[in-house]
T-cell receptor, first 108, second 112 residues
Framework: GQQVQQSPASLVLQEGENAELQCNFS?????LQWFYQSPGGSLVSLLS???GTKHTGRLTSTTVTKERRSSLHISSSQTTDSGTYLC??????????FGQGTKLSIKP | EAAVTQSPRSKVAVTGGKVTLSCHQT?????MYWYRQDTGHGLRLIHY???????EKGDIPDGYKASRPSQENFSLILELASLSQTAVYFC???????????FGSGTRLTVL
């Protein structure tokens, strides 16, 4: 079946360091999105990147479709970046499934 | 900004009782989703819909029914609530398969 694996499960960094999050998926996907879940639980979309490299602010996502993997790079991390980062993979007819997430903690 | 409204925000239900979670969006989105999240875990897809009057099973549909009576409304129904269904439930919607997904604030369901 379709699976989405994220690594690492958790990551602790000092403020100013860069973070690298990974997402691997088992089946050919039509879409890939990264989401942020705040410590309070709210969910927001960060960016959509089904293939290639995409930048927005301090975020860079690189997706290699044929290798079924994507990464999210956060540069110059800030304490406000702390939370959980979720990768979601889209399939035909709109099915969208999520990985388990990477919990990021940025220490001041 | 797209708006997705869930109700109730929280609910306590008894084992064996019927629970209905509601989701409403005013964004004219075609796709709507129900996910559950257990403490410390990611989101698991229960049901989704891409057109009114039609629903699709997600990865964990057992014990849940879904209803999409209109484009704006998508309900999740637990006919016989069980302890294992205690979780936070999120509704989401998007215009199309390549579009941004917008989430509601979640419903915290506790089954006793």
């Amino acid at each position: 079946g379709q699976q989405v694996q994220q690594s690492p499960a958790s990551l602790v960094l000092q403020e100013g360091e860069n973070a690298e999050l990974q997402c691997n998926f088992s089946s050919t996907a039509t879409q890939l999105q990264w989401f942020y879940q705040s410590p309070g639980g709210s969910l927001v979309s960060l960016l959509s990147n089904p293939s290639g490299t995409k930048h927005t602010g301090r975020l860079t996502s690189t997706t290699v479709t044929k290798e079924r993997r994507s990464s999210l790079h956060i540069s110059s991390s800030q304490t406000t970046d702390s939370g959980t980062y979720l990768c979601a993979i889209g399939y035909n007819q709109g099915k969208l499934i999520f990985g388990q997430g990477t919990k990021l903690s940025i220490k001041p | 900004e797209a708006a997705v409204t869930q109700s109730p925000r929280s609910k306590v239900a008894v084992t064996g009782g019927k629970v209905t979670l509601s989701c409403h969006q005013t964004n004219n989105h075609d796709y709507m989703y129900w996910y559950r999240q257990d403490t410390g875990h990611g989101l698991r897809l229960i049901h989704y819909s891409y057109v009114a009057d039609s629903t699709e099973k997600g990865d964990i549909p057992d014990g849940y029914k879904a209803s999409r009576p209109s484009q704006e409304n998508f309900s999740l129904i637990l006919e016989l609530a069980s302890l294992s269904q205690t979780a936070v439930y999120f509704c989401a919607s998007r215009l199309g398969v390549a579009e941004t997904l917008y989430f509601g604030s979640g419903t915290r369901l506790t089954v006793l």
